[in-house]
């Protein structure tokens, strides 16, 4: 298994913990786990495809949610201080 693969099941284990208490602590550990993929020298569009692959086949629910959020990290759609790949490729 890649780092990459390890730090991706580490952030989907968070996904399925996420509850409406802890939803914004468990946004903070995604980041933080997402940000050490972004130091794998993974490009963004590549993690973005792996990602959505599994935000696609979430059911609606908060789980789904929380998982758009790491999407937004992502891609962007969040505040700039947050937007971990500022388009570098």
Known sequence: MTEFESLFLQITEYSNQVTAENYQEYAELGYDLL????????????????????YDSLQDGMIKEWFAEMLDYIFGWCHSEKYIWNHQE
Do not use: A, W
Not at 35 to 46: A, D, N, W
């Open 35 to 54: 940000r050490k993929i972004h130091h794998l020298g993974m490009k963004e569009t590549q993690v973005y495809e792996r990602f959505f692959t599994y």
